[in-house]
């Protein structure tokens, strides 16, 4: 099994594609910076972001059920699934019973997570997802390689030559305009023939009972207006309070993740159409085992801005699909573990722990000591590589003994400028394959230490 | 006089001598009955920062049982300090002294700048330097304001190097991005740490520092082994090695 580091080096063996991409997101991340510091209580948002979200996930069964309360007040069905299976079965039975066929999706992490396009299409219903990126990475078969921007890892020549062929565009075609254009056109007639819309959710709002949905291209407006059966999925940490709370995390929102001050649309959904039908999808698949961890609790509190991913200075040279997971980045690194310690067991170590991605997130969630956090408890679960668990083991035993690590030290630096440079540079030396090693110095610190003083 | 212990983290004792000697030297210069207790060895960091906990802990128990007794605790990294402020909580909670120990254990540029209160730093150093500032000193001990964050900017080493005379300090286009060091990332991710790295080095180069300072030895060592496999032109050098030539009062 190939783990993160193997994946990134392939994808950084690319340097001027990669070049290409870390330019892309850090440009994002300017864009953002720019928009935080027109707010001058950036920080204090954050801390109210922070602050909501701890309180709500405290108490989260309550406000799951006044959420539960009012929706249905309002006229929507609100359905519970334990995990991914019972999500997709939920969805399926609502589209089933309505007889659809054809069914248009905004963007939503959490049907990825579920893999529910390949269970509906298995079952003869057409899935088309609507957002732009997403579209064109359903058309490539590929999962997203960002949550916001599923499709950054393209080039416009990439998308030019996958609307040649799905689409019919001009052979050679980049220019963004004209693809865009076409893709229009072409969701716009799955819009029309769609018999019901599928919609994620950016919150949920326990005191209304109702959803809101933040996108920049109007698809799940389109998507839940023209057809009468609107279908939202949410996981379970999406709640809020109060509609007030809205305006601590609507500020917080896009700009954290694009750099935009507001995204193009902020939907609030409070109820079906008239004559139609909505339906929630409340999924935990997992998050109320994450709600019984103190250490991890905070992650439940991420509102899917993307941010850290944006400023992972790792993510931004390895790629998404580097994680192997559906959400990448940092807080993917954090989550996917949580599913499966051990396939995700790189994860963790997928990062310099430099902490941008902490002081980049809108609601403050102490991401890199969380990755700290869950490289011990993978080592507890002992599905970190024996090598590396013998070898720091070792290390203690030698730095734990001043006599041990005086003679080490003294050994290892009388015998690293005599060895041949073929031997010191030879394959067991990963530091060296593109570095040097520092020069070793004839007395350390505490040898001299004693001159120094007399 | 406080009492001063001087923690020389391991890959400085053994690489760096000069690293340690200048702290040593700039403490003692400003009056400080500076002791090094010979039995230390390391704070535990790579073990911790690898989930190793259990092969961590008896190296921060030591790292009390040797330190614990000075009034001040100074060392010339920000990573190992923030690894005694930071991460010795869920072992030594409650032991005594170590509140005390965790609250007064400094890195070098935080103790010159918000303990000795340093206002006067008389000497030259004519070169063009930018400032790499090593992520766990910066976003784990303040020792300046990130780039993310949105409050008053402040910046502890500049604060301190901007004094010399002839010294300009260049603007890179990513002010505090990650040199890719990172410990054992620097192996477990090599790609990607090396790519980290050199690109980090292109934007001091961009930026025109004939000198890359910094407060902590393995992040500059990793730049220093880059560059010097690149045969490029520039230096790297600790931040205590420049002060060491200057008069602070
Ligand atoms: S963890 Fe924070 S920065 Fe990352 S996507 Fe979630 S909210 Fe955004």
Redesign the interface.
């Known amino acids: 099994m190939t783990g993160h580091a193997e994946k990134a080096a392939a994808f950084a063996a690319n340097e001027s594609r990669t070049h290409w991409h870390d330019e892309s997101l850090w440009f994002v991340r300017v864009k953002r910076d720019r928009q935080a510091a027109s707010i001058p209580e950036w920080e204090a948002l954050r801390e109210a972001a922070s602050a909501i979200k701890t309180h709500t996930l405290s108490r989260l069964a309550d406000y799951l059920e006044e959420f539960e309360r009012n929706a249905t007040a309002n006229g929507i069905h609100v359905h519970w699934a334990r995990d991914a299976a019972e999500h997709n079965a939920i969805v399926h039975q609502i589209l089933a019973s309505h007889n659809v066929t054809r069914l248009v999706k905004s963007k939503s992490m959490l049907t990825e997570e579920c893999h529910l396009n390949p269970y509906l299409e298995a079952r003869g219903i057409e899935v088309t997802d609507t957002d732009l990126g997403e579209r064109i990475v359903q058309l490539r078969k590929e999962p997203p390689s960002h949550i916001v921007l599923p499709a950054i890892h393209l080039k416009k020549e990439d998308i030019g030559e996958l609307f040649h062929i799905e689409l019919g565009t001009e052979k050679g075609a980049s220019d963004p305009k004209y693809l865009t254009e076409a893709a229009r056109g072409h969701l716009r007639s799955k819009f029309m023939e769609a018999q019901a819309g599928l919609t994620g959710v950016n919150f949920a709002v326990a005191e209304t009972g109702g959803v809101v949905v933040c996108t920049n291209e109007g698809n799940a407006d389109m998507g839940t207006s023209l057809p009468p059966l609107h279908i939202a999925c949410m996981g379970m940490e999406k709640l809020i309070p109060r509609a007030e709370d809205l305006a601590v995390f609507l500020r917080l929102l896009a700009r954290s993740g694009t750099g935009q001050p507001v995204t193009t649309y902020t939907s609030h959904f409070n109820g079906p159409l008239p004559g139609g039908e909505m339906h929630v999808v409340i999924v935990d698949n997992g998050r109320s085992r994450i709600l019984g961890q103190p250490t991890f609790r905070s992650s439940l509190g991420c509102i899917r801005c993307g941010a850290c991913m944006n400023t992972c200075p790792v993510y931004r040279r390895s790629g998404g699909y580097s994680y192997g997971y559906i959400v990448p980045g940092p807080i993917g690194s954090i989550l996917a573990p949580q599913r499966d310690p051990e396939k995700y067991a790189s994860l963790p170590f997928a990062s310099s722990l430099c902490g941008s991605c902490t002081d980049v997130c809108p609601v403050k969630i102490d991401l890199h000591q969380q990755l700290l956090a869950f490289r011990k408890k993978l080592v507890d679960l002992k599905v970190v590589p024996l090598q590396k668990r013998l070898g720091m083991a070792g290390l203690g035993f030698v730095l734990s003994r001043p006599w041990l690590y005086r003679m080490s030290g003294s050994l290892l630096r009388a015998v690293m400028p005599v060895l041949p440079r073929g031997l010191v540079y030879g394959a067991w030396n990963r530091w060296g394959v593109q570095r040097e090693l520092p020069a070793m110095p004839k007395e350390s610190f505490r040898d001299l230490i004693g001159k120094e003083l007399s | 006089m406080p009492s001063v212990g001087l923690f ?1 983290p ?1 890959y ?7 690293v ?2 200048a702290t ?2 700039i403490l003692r210069r400003l009056g400080f009955n500076v002791e ?1 207790p ?5 704070c ?1 960091q ?11 802990r ?2 921060a128990e ?1 790292f009390l049982a040797i330190f614990g007794k000075y009034d001040h605790v100074v060392a010339p990294s920000g990573s190992c300090v923030s690894m005694v402020r930071n991460h010795y909580d869920h072992w030594l909670h409650g032991k005594p002294r170590f509140e005390h120990l965790r609250d007064n254990t400094f890195e070098l540029c935080e103790y010159l700048t918000g303990v000795v209160k340093v206002t006067k730093i008389d000497g030259d150093f004519p070169f063009k330097v930018g400032l790499q500032m090593s ?2 000193g ?3 001990l303040r020792l300046a304001r ?6 008053a900017p402040y910046n502890k080493v500049r604060q301190l190097l901007s004094q010399l005379r002839g010294i300009e300090i260049v603007d890179l286009l ?1 002010p ?3 040199c ?18 050199r ?1 980090r080095i292109e934007d001091h180069a961009r930026a025109g520092a004939e000198v890359i300072v910094g407060y902590d030895m393995s992040c500059l ?2 730049l ?3 560059i ?2 690149a045969e490029r032109a520039q230096r790297v050098m600790h931040v205590a090695e420049i002060l060491e030539k200057a008069q602070l009062a």
């Open positions: 020389i391991c400085v004792d053994q690489l760096y001598p000069q340690g000697l040593l030297r090094f010979p039995e230390q060895t390391c535990g790579p073990m911790a920062n690898s989930g190793c906990d259990a092969a961590a008896p190296l030591r992520c766990h910066l976003r784990e990130s780039s993310e964050q949105m409050t990513r505090d991005e990650c890719g060091f990172g410990g054992a990332f620097a192996v477990d991710e090599e790609a990607v740490s090396c790519l980290m790295g690109d060592m990793h220093d082994g880059l010097r496999r």
